[in-house]
């Protein structure tokens, strides 16, 4: 296996993980003694090797703008996650784990495509606001390819890489859809950025004002309960908790408010930028934990948890509430607080849980790997650009040394090792050895100025192959 550096010391779960974890993170001292005994430790991954099952049922959760530390496993000190940190107990946690943009629907269009976003037109939009753009119905996707080999494949909740008529799940591979278009909606309205009603089945509204997450949670549970006929399946679950507006089960008064507000012409209503707190964004965190577990519980009482493979992960870095200690950046910077996110995997039939990874991956990653463990390839026109990480889960094998590769409007960053380089909307080229720099504040462009122009040469060339951004 390669070896990474550890970036963070060995962490607890249970009570004192969040202050070990952020503790050993600055080099401060680290929990009680008391809590720390009390904690199970995590083990550096090991596969184990040997073991067979069939082709797996597929669950990849993803969360919207969820922060890096935004998890108790990850660190945080004031927002409890006690299922997200079962399920990491019982599988592998990704410690250098990454989105493939900075922004939900570039890193949609990485993560449904295997691809980077500026592959495809749609993609480079950061993110889509509009009708003009979307994910090509031509183009190949996870759930196109492994429902060409078997499975039953859709997707629940948020979509976010086109808009109808020409866009949608169900002209991308997912037999079934449930859930909404566009970036953001009020939770209990549906109501979109541009005022319309964003919950769809299918193709055709549904109307139901409850609360968002708990309509997607029903949804999710009950499609992992069903009997499927001998068919393996794939279901993407994309919550659009903790993503604003900032709207817990029960806050009407501001939903009203909100919809008030976006009836009346504002915008920028649901920005929502007049609102919000850290309490209440620890209440969606929160929610979105106990969804997971709601779903989990179903996948249990199905039967089907020892060869469902579950995924979890984010579609970028935190936003204005989010806990992104000791990173820097947030959502939209290709700094790591942009980028890093917290990634689980579970699979009990094949993987032993209790175990913690350095390797980076990235969300590229997770299709080739899913597409190789469902015993499917990829579309030999579309050629991946992420590295299936079956053979190091499963086989125990080396993972391949290769780049990690970033781009938005104005930044760009290319991980290779534990080196980065970094160049924000100030223009300047920078080099971080993350390593031992994780907040990314010890420029070392000066100090080695070879790697600098090696890996910004790297950058250009993988920048060469991909489209421009429009004028």
């Known amino acids: 296996m390669t070896s990474y550096e550890p970036h963070l010391s060995r962490r607890a779960f249970g ?9 050993a993170a600055v080099g401060v001292g680290a929990a009680a003694p008391a809590q720390a005994a009390e904690a199970a430790q995590e083990r550096e991954f090991r596969a184990a090797r040997g073991r067979q099952s069939r082709r797996p049922n597929i669950l990849f959760i993803l969360g919207d703008d969820l922060g890096w530390a935004d998890l108790s496993s990850y660190g945080s000190t004031h927002i409890k996650t006690p299922n997200l940190d079962r399920l990491a107990r019982q599988g592998v946690r990704f410690t250098d784990a990454y989105s493939g943009s900075a922004t939900c629907s570039p890193t949609r269009f990485s993560l449904y495509t295997g691809r980077y976003p500026a592959r495809t037109k749609g993609g480079l939009a950061e993110p889509i606001a ?8 031509t183009h190949p996707t996870l759930a196109s390819l492994l429902k060409e080999s078997g499975y039953s494949t859709a997707l629940i909740g948020k979509w976010h890489a086109g808009y109808l008529p020409d866009y949608s799940p169900p002209k991308s591979g997912w037999e079934e ?12 309205s549906k109501l979109g950025l541009g005022g319309e009603y964003d919950l769809y089945e299918g193709d055709a509204t549904y109307r139901d004002l409850r609360y968002y997450t708990r309509i997607i949670t029903e949804r999710a549970s009950e ?11 794939l279901l993407n679950l994309n919550f659009t908790t903790p993503h604003w507006p900032w709207i817990a089960e029960g806050d009407t008064e501001e ?38 577990g709601e779903v989990l519980k179903a996948l249990k009482r199905s039967g089907q ?41 579970r699979w009990p039939a094949r993987l032993d849980g209790g175990q913690v990874s350095r390797v980076p991956v990235f969300s590229p990653d997770w299709t080739a790997t899913l597409l190789e463990v469902a015993g499917t390839r990829p579309h030999p026109a579309y050629p991946l650009d992420g590295v299936s990480l079956a053979g190091y889960l499963l086989r125990g094998e080396e993972v391949a040394g290769r780049d990690l590769f970033w781009r938005v409007r104005g930044e760009r960053a290319l991980r290779r090792g534990d080196w980065k380089y970094y160049r924000g909307k100030a223009g300047r080229d920078q080099l971080f050895n993350l390593a031992g720099d994780v907040r990314e504040q010890a420029d070392k462009a000066a100090l080695e100025p070879a790697r600098l122009a090696e890996l910004r040469s790297a950058w250009e060339s993988v920048n060469a192959e991909l489209l421009p951004y429009p004028a």
């Not at 009570?15 to 503790?23: K, L």
């Open 177 to 188: 859809f449930f859930g909404n278009f566009g970036g953001a909606l009020e939770y209990y």
């Open 223 to 233: 499609y992992v309960s069903r009997d499927h006929h001998g068919k393996p399946w």
């Open 15 to 23: 009570g004192a993980v969040g202050v070990s974890a952020a503790a």
């Open 255 to 292: 939903s009203a408010e909100i919809v008030r507000r976006i009836k009346a012409g504002d915008a920028r209503a649901l920005w929502h930028q007049d609102g919000g707190s850290v309490e209440k964004y620890r209440q969606m965190v929160e929610d979105l934990d106990r969804s997971v």
């Open 305 to 345: 948890e020892d060869n469902t493979l579950v995924v979890f992960s984010s579609d970028n870095g935190g936003e204005r509430f989010s806990y992104n200690w000791p990173l820097s950046g947030n959502k939209a910077s290709l700094q790591e607080g942009g980028i890093r996110v917290p990634n689980i995997v």
């Open 130 to 137: 509009d009708k003009s753009a979307g994910l090509e119905p």
